[in-house]
T-cell receptor, first 106, second 112 residues
Framework: AQRVTQPEKLLSVFKGAPVELKCNYS??????LFWYVQYSRQRLQLLLR??SRESIKGFTADLNKGETSFHLKKPFAQEEDSAMYYC????????FGTGTRLQVFP | NAGVTQTPKFQVLKTGQSMTLQCAQD?????MSWYRQDPGMGLRLIHY???????DQGEVPNGYNVSRSTTEDFPLRLLSAAPSQTSVYFC???????????FGPGTRLTVT
């Protein structure tokens, strides 16, 4: 079955600390993976996709096919990173994880 | 461009009532979809469409109908509202099935 698992509902860190939001997927084919973010009072929007291998707002995510993971990382968290983060797997439709709320304290 | 628009922003229904949530996009996207967002469950796909005249079921289609008569519009109909349909509903569109999804602002629906 195709599935996306985000084990942490809430992740709280202090400003300047490293952040890692975990995402594991279950899919037998070649995965297309994304991270979407929803800031307070804003629309859900694309943060990054594995195929582009970009760093967006200091965030990176590497696809690890062996561990079936696509964890989102940032070396130094900022207060403005506080938001809801969703990992998503695109097969013939987009499947979202349950989301992780990141809180960055000053 | 307005992007993806949804109406209404808020709606309260009584059990058994019907209504249509509107979604429109002006980006000429072929792919459109409806999600519901519930606490602890993330976003779940209700229905999607790969083009005008073509729709398909997602993960949680029961109780909802869709149609796609034009590229721009993708309304979601609740035939007989139930309290379990209390949720926030998001419409999204993309150029292709594997492309970046553009989301609307959401409709918060409460069924009493």
């Amino acid at each position: 079955a195709q599935r996306v698992t985000q084990p942490e509902k809430l992740l709280s860190v202090f400003k300047g600390a490293p952040v890692e939001l975990k995402c594991n997927y279950s899919y037998s084919g070649s995965p297309e993976l994304f991270w979407y973010v929803q800031y307070s009072r804003q629309r859900l929007q694309l943060l990054l996709r594995h195929i582009s291998r970009e760093s967006i707002k200091g965030f990176t995510a590497d696809l690890n096919k062996g561990e079936t993971s696509f964890h989102l990382k940032k070396p130094f968290a900022q207060e403005e990173d506080s938001a809801m983060y969703y990992c998503a797997l695109n097969t013939d439709k987009l499947i979202f994880g349950t989301g992780t709320r990141l809180q960055v304290f000053p | 461009n307005a992007g993806v628009t949804q109406t209404p922003k808020f709606q309260v229904l009584k059990t058994g009532q019907s209504m249509t949530l509107q979604c429109a996009q002006d980006m000429n996207h072929e792919y459109m979809s409806w999600y519901r967002q519930d606490p602890g469950m993330g976003l779940r796909l209700i229905h999607y469409s790969v083009g005008a005249g073509i729709t398909d079921q997602g993960e949680v289609p029961n109780g909802y109908n869709v149609s796609r008569s034009t590229t721009e519009d993708f309304p979601l109909r609740l035939l007989s509202a139930a309290p379990s349909q209390t949720s926030v509903y998001f419409c999204a569109s993309s150029y292709s099935k594997l492309g970046e999804q553009y989301f609307g602002p959401g409709t918060r629906l409460t069924v009493t």
